[in-house]
């Protein structure tokens, strides 16, 4: 697959044509929030606004791979925590330190559920199968002589393996709630004993 001169120049030729992008993607980007801004953990490359939703969009010249999943997520994190704060009803420092406990108890997405977009060259099936569990879609683009096309993956590119994916969860969420029980059954156990000792 053809790669992109820079990552500047993919970012523009979205911005300058979002209408094809999002008619190859399959993404319904309404409006551009903002341009690479500044935020507390880095850069994002696009802020864009989707129904319902705000979006980040991290664009990659090469591969996708598993850093490029985490920068998005603390992209993602960031602009949640911010756009609460920006609808929230802060006064005083103690609304503020309260208000940042219950944004991080509910996690990284808060309230406003922030989407998260990669768009890159290529990506191998475990990177996709990260993004899938993070909830993250990707865009995959080719470039040759001058004409981007994009084919949007959301999740299902490697469909049968994410089936297995998904097979697994549930198996792995049933032996988790047989541990918790036998944990939990322990723990009444180890409680009932000490209280008949500190009782009889």
Not at 154 to 177: R, T
Not at 184 to 193: I, P, V
Request: net charge negative; aromatic share 10%; proline share 4%.
């Amino acid at each position: 697959m053809g790669i992109a001169p820079t990552e500047k120049h993919i970012e523009d030729w979205i911005v300058d044509n979002l209408s094809s992008f999002n008619k190859q993607s399959y993404l319904n980007i309404q409006r551009i929030v903002a341009r690479q801004p500044q935020i507390p953990t880095g850069i994002p490359d696009l802020v864009v606004y989707m129904p319902l939703a705000l979006t980040v969009i991290e664009i990659k010249k090469g591969d996708i791979d598993i850093k490029a999943i985490s920068q998005l997520c603390r992209y993602m994190a960031d602009i949640s925590h911010l756009h609460n704060l920006l609808y929230s009803e802060i006064r005083t420092p103690d609304d503020l330190h309260a208000h940042n406990r219950s944004i991080y108890s509910r996690g990284p997405t808060g309230r406003n559920p922030i989407h998260g977009v990669l768009v890159g060259n290529s990506i191998d099936k475990q990177t996709a199968l990260h993004a899938h569990s993070a909830g993250i879609e990707y865009v995959i683009y080719d470039y040759n002589d001058g004409v981007y096309e994009f084919e949007h993956e959301p999740y299902g590119y490697y469909a049968g393996d994410l089936f297995q994916y998904d097979q697994d969860i549930v198996s792995g969420v049933k032996q988790l709630m047989r541990h918790l029980k036998m944990s939990d059954e322990q723990s009444l156990t180890r409680g009932m004993f000490t209280w008949r000792e500190d009782y009889e």
